[in-house]
């Protein structure tokens, strides 16, 4: 089965500054990879995907994210981040074949802006 | 647009007693999924419907089941609540199988369901 992996439970960051949040993948297969955002008390919100085609991917809010195959990473980045930023993200990923409509989520990583 | 709607939104339930998890999208999505999200955890699928008419299971189905009732809502059931039934729910829906970027579209999910099982 596929999987991903989020190895921070939380990332600290200051206003301003830019910010990463790591995630890795196994997958059997071409990767289909998803970031998500939650804010406290409300769903998942869809922030960016990697499908194909560029290694950088750009999404909402100002996030992009960089794919990079030979080290099975899809790492969420901001170049400068707000106190707004502050929230839960989720990597997914898609299955294959014939279960292409389940995904998988890590475990998530709390982001803390601080002012 | 109210997108993916979930109710109720908070409930208590006593071990042994039953209950139903009511969601509705009004996106014509196809493909509807219920999830369970517990700390540490992330999300872990119980059940998905690819589409009206089908159900199967996913990561956690083990005390639950649901029901795909029409194209717009996709139920939950407890039959018989347990401690470790304690989570926040979550339903979501994505758009048709077929047609366009079908396989890659993302999820979208509802607020939630807050239940609690003494």
Sequence with gaps: AQSVAQPEDQVNVAEGNPLTVKCTYSVSGNPYLFWYVQYPNRGLQFLLKYITGDNLVKGSYGFEAEFNKSQTSFHLKKPSALVSDSALYFCAVRDTGYNFNKFYFGSGTKLNVKP | ?118
Aim: aromatic fraction near 10%; include cysteine.
């Design chain 2, 1 to 118: 647009n109210a997108g993916v709607t979930q109710t109720p939104k908070f409930q208590v339930l006593k071990t042994g007693q039953s209950m139903t998890l009511q969601c509705a999208q009004d996106m014509n999505h196809n493909s509807m999924y219920w999830y369970r999200q517990d700390p540490g955890m992330g999300l872990r699928l119980i059940y998905y419907s690819a589409s009206e008419g089908t159900t199967d299971k996913g990561e956690v189905p083990n005390g639950y089941n649901v029901s795909r009732l029409n194209k717009r809502e996709f139920s939950l059931r407890l039959e018989s609540a347990a401690p470790s039934q304690t989570s926040v729910y979550f339903c979501a829906s994505r758009s048709p199988v077929h047609g366009g970027d079908w396989g890659n579209q993302p999820q979208h999910f509802g607020d939630g369901t807050r239940l609690s099982i003494l």
